[in-house]
C-alpha cells in the first residue's frame, strides 16, 4: 500500500459522495488528514468550508444539512480534533441529522506507542453514530476500488436512512502523505455510467397499511374532542397544508411548534403555551384524541398537559423513529410520511365537523393574543422581540432560534402567519453550544436571509463561530437578547439560593457586544423601543455583513413581564 493507493482510494471515495449527492464537506487543518482534505477539496461538486475550530465545524455542518436537509461531511486531522466534533455529532443524534463524520486517525503500528497526536479513535462518539467504519490502509486493486465506492455509498445512505443521524469513518493514514508524482488516474477503473451512484437507495416511503388508516378515520370519527400536535418533522413543504386540511375536515385546533412550519392557517391556535398555563382552561379543554407529529413541542405546559390525559387515545406519525413520549402515553406510532396520512386522513372524512369544540379554542386564542398584546405593552422586553421577529420577518428569511429563553419565547408569542418564515433550532439535545456556527452553516444552504435569534450566554459560548462566519464570508442578521446571564435559571427555583445563584447559576459575564462585532468584522447597533428594533432589523437584512442587534434587557424583570401576560392571559378567559 503506497500513498498513491490512499490517493486513488480516496478520490474514489469523494467521487461517490457527490455521485450520491454530496454537495458540501468542513474540513479543518492538520498533517495527518492531508490526504482526506485534500481529495474532497479537489471534488469539485463538493464545496468545502474550511474551518479552524473542529467544534465550530461540526456545528456548521450541522445547520447546513438541517438547511439544507441534505448530508454533510467534516473531516479532521486526529488526536483531540476529532473530539471536538463531539458535541455537534451528539446534537445530530438527537435531532437525526445526517453527517459523515471523517477522522484522520495513526496507523495501526503507531496506535498506544506514544507517536503524537494519537488518542483511541475507535469508536469515539459511542452509541451518537449509526455506524462506525475503521476503514483501515488498502492497496488500490480494482476490488478495493470497488469496496470504497460501496463504502461512500453506505456512509451517504445511512446517515440519511429512515432514522438519519451521523455516520464515522475512521481513515488509518501512513506517511508520507502527500504523492511525490501525479496521481495514476487511469489506474481506476471508475464509477459507473451517467455519474450514477455505486449504490443507489431510493427513499422508503412509508404508506400506511390500509387497516391502520381505517382504525385512525374511525377513531376521529368518534371523537370530536381531537387535536393536531405538530413537532419539528422532517422537511416537508406540503406537511403544513396536510396539517390544515386534517384539523379542518376534524374540527381539530392546531396545536403547531414553529419548528414545524404549520403554525399557519384558520385552524391554527398560536398562543397555546399560554392558553394551557391556566389550569381551568387545560382542564375544560382536556383531549379525547391526540394526533402528533413529528418532535413534541418544546412547551412545558403542552407537554404537560398531553401527559395529564393517558385515558386518551394518542396516535404518534412518527416518520423517524424517534419514539419521543417521555410521558408513555402514545398507543399508536405509525412509521409512515405525515403528509399522505393526514392528506388521506382529511379526505376519507366525510362531514366538515365545526362546533363548540374547536371555536373555543379559537375564542380563547383571539382573547390571549388581546391580552398578551396588552400586557407587553410598547417596551422592547424579550417576549417582544421575539413577537416582532414573528411579524416583521420576510417569508424568505430563515430563523435560526437559540435554546433558553429565545426558542421558548418564539413557541409562545410567535403569532399565526400564512407565509411564516422557516423556524431551526438545535433541540436534539437543547444545548446552547454551537448555536452561531450552526446558524452560520444554514446561511451556507439558504437563499434567503438568516437571523439568528441568542441569548448572551449561548453567544458567548460560541464566540469563535463570528470569527468562522466572517473567515467564510457569510452573514448573518443576529438578533441578542443580552440580559447578562442565563435568564432562564431565574423562573426556577434556584434562583432563591442567593449565596450562589449569581456566580455559578445566572453567570454574568459583561461581554461588550460591541467589541465582540469589531473582532468579527461584524456592525454592531443597540435597538432600545420596538420601532428601534424594527428599523435596526431592516438595516441589519439590508446589509452584506454580519450585524448584532442587541437588545438589553433585565432576568429579573423579564420573569416579571412573563408572569403578567400569563396572569393577563388567564384573566382574558371566560370563567
Ligand atoms: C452546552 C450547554 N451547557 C449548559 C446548558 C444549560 N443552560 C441552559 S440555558 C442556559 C443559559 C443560557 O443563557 P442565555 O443564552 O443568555 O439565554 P437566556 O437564558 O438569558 O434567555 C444554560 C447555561 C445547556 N443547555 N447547554
Ligand atoms: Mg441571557
Redesign the pocket.
Known amino acids: 500500500m503506497t500513498t498513491h493507493d490512499t490517493y486513488l482510494l480516496l478520490r474514489a471515495f469523494a467521487d461517490e459522495l457527490a455521485r450520491c449527492g454530496l454537495r458540501a464537506a468542513c474540513t479543518s487543518p492538520g498533517s495527518r488528514s492531508t490526504p482526506l482534505v485534500l481529495s474532497l477539496a479537489r471534488e469539485r461538486r463538493i464545496r468545502c468550508f474550511s474551518h479552524i475550530d473542529e467544534r465550530c465545524a461540526g456545528f456548521f455542518a450541522l445547520g447546513l444539512a438541517k438547511a439544507s436537509a441534505a448530508p454533510v461531511a467534516v473531516a479532521c486531522t486526529s488526536g483531540t480534533a476529532a473530539a471536538e466534533y463531539a ?1 455537534a455529532v451528539i446534537e445530530a443524534h438527537e435531532a437525526r441529522v445526517p453527517l459523515i463524520v471523517l477522522t484522520a486517525d495513526r496507523p495501526p503500528e503507531l496506535r498506544d506507542t506514544g507517536a503524537g497526536q494519537t488518542i483511541d479513535q475507535v469508536k469515539l462518539y459511542g452509541s451518537a453514530v449509526k455506524w462506525f467504519v475503521e476503514v483501515g490502509t488498502h492497496a488500490a486493486t480494482p476490488e478495493r476500488l470497488r469496496w470504497m465506492r460501496t463504502l461512500a455509498c453506505r456512509a451517504y445512505w445511512t446517515a440519511l436512512g429512515r432514522r438519519p443521524g451521523p455516520v464515522h469513518l475512521n481513515f488509518a493514514l501512513r506517511e508520507p502523505l502527500v504523492l511525490d508524482g501525479p496521481l495514476d488516474v487511469a489506474a481506476d477503473p471508475g464509477g459507473r455510467e451517467g455519474e450514477r451512484p455505486w449504490v443507489t437507495r431510493p427513499p422508503v416511503v412509508g404508506h400506511l397499511a390500509p387497516a391502520a388508516l381505517d382504525g385512525l378515520v374511525a377513531a376521529v370519527e368518534a371523537e370530536p374532542r381531537g387535536v393536531l400536535v405538530l413537532g419539528r418533522a422532517e422537511h416537508d413543504p406540503e406537511l403544513p397544508a396536510a396539517a390544515q386540511a386534517l384539523a379542518h375536515a376534524a374540527g381539530y385546533p392546531l396545536l403547531a411548534d414553529t419548528l414545524s412550519g404549520a403554525r399557519r392557517g384558520p385552524a391554527a391556535i398560536a398562543h397555546y403555551d399560554a392558553l394551557l398555563r391556566d389550569p381551568a382552561f387545560a382542564a375544560a379543554h382536556a383531549p379525547g384524541l391526540v394526533i402528533r407529529v413529528g418532535d413534541l413541542p418544546a412547551s412545558k405546559p403542552l407537554r404537560e398537559w398531553l401527559a395529564g390525559a393517558p385515558d386518551a387515545l394518542h396516535v404518534g406519525i412518527d416518520p423517524e423513529d424517534a419514539w419521543q413520549d417521555p410521558a408513555g402515553v402514545l398507543a399508536t406510532v405509525l412509521p409512515a410520511d405525515p403528509t399522505p396520512v393526514l392528506e388521506q386522513l382529511a379526505a376519507r372524512l366525510t362531514r366538515s365537523r365545526a362546533g363548540g369544540w374547536p371555536a373555543s379554542w379559537h375564542d380563547a386564542d383571539r382573547r390571549a393574543a388581546g391580552a398578551i398584546a396588552e400586557a407587553l405593552g410598547d417596551e422592547l422586553n ?1 417576549p417582544r422581540v421575539a413577537a416582532e421577529l414573528g411579524v416583521r420577518l420576510p417569508p424568505s428569511a430563515t430563523l435560526f432560534v ?5 426558542v ?2 418564539v413557541e409562545t408569542f410567535w403569532p399565526v402567519r400564512a407565509d411564516a418564515p422557516r423556524v431551526l433550532s438545535n433541540r436534539g ?7 452561531v456556527s450552526a446558524a452560520f452553516g444554514a446561511a451556507a444552504a439558504s437563499a434567503g436571509p438568516v437571523v439568528l435569534l ?8 460560541d464566540i469563535g463561530g463570528l470569527l468562522a462566519g466572517a473567515r467564510l464570508g457569510l452573514r448573518l442578521a443576529i438578533v441578542l ?9 431565574h423562573f426556577l427555583p434556584v434562583a432563591g439560593e442567593p449565596d450562589a445563584f449569581e456566580e455559578h ?1 445566572a ?1 454574568p459575564h459583561g461581554l461588550d457586544a460591541a467589541a465582540a462585532a469589531a473582532l468579527a468584522g461584524a456592525d454592531h447597533e443597540l435597538a432600545a423601543d420596538p420601532a428601534g428594533l424594527r428599523a435596526a432589523l431592516d438595516r441589519a437584512l439590508a446589509r452584506p455583513r454580519t450585524t448584532i442587534v442587541e437588545v438589553r434587557t433585565d ?1 429579573a424583570a ?1 420573569v416579571a413581564v412573563h408572569r403578567a401576560v400569563w396572569a393577563a392571559v388567564a384573566r382574558a378567559l371566560p370563567a
Open positions: 458535541p424579550e437559540a435554546s433558553s429563553m429565545p421558548r419565547d439535545a437543547n444545548g446552547i453550544d454551537g448555536t441568542i441569548g448572551d450566554v449561548a453567544l458567548v459560548h437578547v443580552n440580559n447578562d446571564g442565563g435568564g432562564i435559571f447559576v453567570t432576568r423579564n
